[in-house]
């Protein structure tokens, strides 16, 4: 009796399809699955809520706050510290080295002038910062934070409403207010605010004014021209009335001489024309 083949069960089947699936695609179908697969996980759930705190534990808390000791003295009672002790204690030393700087910079110029400084381009500014310097002009960037405690405590406290805004320092240690006004007219970014020159305050109209003095050489020649003309005119005026009574004296002696010559020459004269005749 010859055996039949049975056919697979369908138990069989779903084994053999999830060996498949398991051993992976087919190898003419693995090149077309992506190198990266990502897999989502799922989240854990919530499980612990905000819950209100129970009013006999709220009472316990605040039962049990810690409560700071109060000083001995009260605060109020304590001297007062002073202004520049509290400021040098909240500033650190890269603003007193700044500080000190400007210091140096108001004592050692004669001329400080406060400018205010638009932005423009780099070569510009070098190209005016070459010129300044030809006239011995620096030019000097500062912060407002750190110029203006400086200025409120010195003699120079005028000058604190030119600070405003973004402004820069030209600084020198003559007074070249001519050269600078014809540099700064080429700069339009850069606008004259005012200026300290000799420990005078000025204003823009008064710096320009000062630009058209002359020099001091020639103003010394000239107060000193002046002041040597008064006493040549004072000595002439008293030697005057001297010069003018000799004047009047040797005229009236020229007229006596020419008076008694003529009273003379015709006595002279009268006899010998009788000796004549005769």
Not at 10 to 39: E, F, N, T, Y
Not at 216 to 243: I, K, M, R, Y
Request: charged share 25%; glycine share 6%; hydrophobic share 40%.
């Amino acid at each position: 009796m010859r055996a039949t083949k049975r056919p697979a069960s369908h138990k069989a089947l779903r084994v053999a399809a999830k060996m498949a699936a398991l051993s992976g695609p087919a190898p003419w179908r693995r090149g077309w699955l992506p190198a990266l697969q990502l897999v989502r996980r799922g989240s854990k759930a919530v499980t612990r809520h905000w819950k209100a705190m129970h009013f006999q534990r709220q009472k316990l808390m605040a039962v049990t706050e810690y409560i700071a000791p109060r000083p001995a003295v009260p605060e109020r009672c304590l001297p007062a510290k002073r202004k520049a002790e509290e400021e040098e204690e909240e500033e650190y030393g890269y603003a007193r080295l700044l500080r000190r700087q400007v210091e140096e910079v108001f004592r050692d110029s004669r001329m400080v002038a406060v400018c205010q400084y638009n932005s423009m381009p780099g070569e510009d500014m070098v190209l005016m910062r070459h010129y300044l310097r030809k006239h011995n002009i620096e030019v000097k960037f500062v912060l407002n934070e750190i110029i203006r405690p400086v200025l409120s405590q010195s003699r120079y406290k005028n000058l604190l409403p030119l600070f405003v805004s973004r402004n820069i320092l030209l600084v020198s240690p003559e007074t070249k207010a001519k050269e600078m006004l014809r540099v700064l007219k080429g700069v339009p970014q850069v606008n004259l605010l005012g200026a300290c020159i000799d420990d005078t305050i000025l204003s823009r109209q008064g710096v320009e004014n000062f630009a058209k003095l002359p020099s001091l050489e020639a103003s010394q020649g000239q107060t000193l021209g002046t002041l040597a003309l008064l006493p040549s005119q004072t000595c002439s005026t008293l030697q005057h009335g001297a010069a003018y009574l000799t004047a009047l004296l040797d005229g009236h002696i020229h007229q006596l001489q020419a008076g008694a010559g003529k009273t003379e020459s015709p006595a002279g004269t009268e006899p010998a024309q009788g000796s004549g005749t005769q």
